[in-house]
């Protein structure tokens, strides 16, 4: 299914991918666009409730994107945050009618988005310092309810949010199997705010 128009192609995706990850290393982290059932893996984290806003961080090529539209969420309760311009081009092409910020996830708590319900991240999170990590969840939970969900995959064995961070804000976890069909295979983790 697409709701929008444009479908870009698996292997001109996957090109777009490869381009950019040569030429920014540090930035893309990845060795190639999470696969669909990963993807649906991570739009499985969702609440139940599929209204209001969600904020995606590290859109890249939209494999998540079309994955969180496919799952129910309204493009216009969608922002997606992207850094490098060559995928905000190719994610404004493919969702026309999905916010797309071409800003760092770092300043995500600028939106004035009333009662965001869900944040779903493809950032090479592990890789930022604990400063940037720090700052990314923050915002986060300041811009969810306290029911909010934040969801992140991991190619690693630990959870992919710093102990320290975790610690700081109080969260707790839940992990999904490993997903096999992933290029490396992954786990999609679920953090919550550990409630009192
Ligand atoms: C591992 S790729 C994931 C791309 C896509 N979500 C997927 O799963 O295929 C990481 C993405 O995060 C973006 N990115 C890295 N640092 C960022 C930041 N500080 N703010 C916003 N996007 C960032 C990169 O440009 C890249 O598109």
């Known amino acids: 299914m697409h709701f929008q128009g ?11 991918f490869l381009g950019q990850l040569v ?13 669909q059932a990963l993807a649906c893996r991570m739009a499985a984290e969702l609440p139940d409730d599929r209204t209001g806003p969600v904020i995606e961080l590290g859109a890249g090529t939209g494999k998540i994107t079309q994955a969180l539209l496919e ?21 404004q092409t493919q969702f026309p009618q999905v916010h797309i910020h071409h800003a760092m996830a770092q300043d995500m708590g600028q939106l ?15 890789s930022f310092p604990k400063s940037a ?27 992919p949010v710093a102990e320290r961070v975790r610690n700081a804000l109080g969260l707790r976890w839940s992990k999904s199997e490993k997903i096999w069909g992933n290029l ?3 786990r999609v983790y679920a953090f919550r705010r550990n409630l009192l």
């Open 112 to 126: 004035p988005l009333p009662q965001v319900r869900a944040v779903v991240s493809g950032l090479p999170l592990l």
């Open 71 to 91: 799952a129910g969420v309204a493009p216009e309760d969608l922002h997606a945050f992207e850094l490098n311009p060559e995928f905000v081009d190719c994610l």
């Open 184 to 186: 490396p295979p992954a």
């Open 133 to 159: 990590q720090m700052a990314i969840l923050r915002a986060s939970f300041r811009a969810m309810g306290p029911m909010g969900v934040f969801i992140q995959f991991t190619y690693g064995p630990n959870p």
């Open 6 to 16: 444009f479908v870009m192609s698996h292997s001109a995706g996957l090109s777009l």
């Open 23 to 35: 030429r920014r290393p540090h930035r893309v982290v990845a060795l190639a666009p999470s696969s």
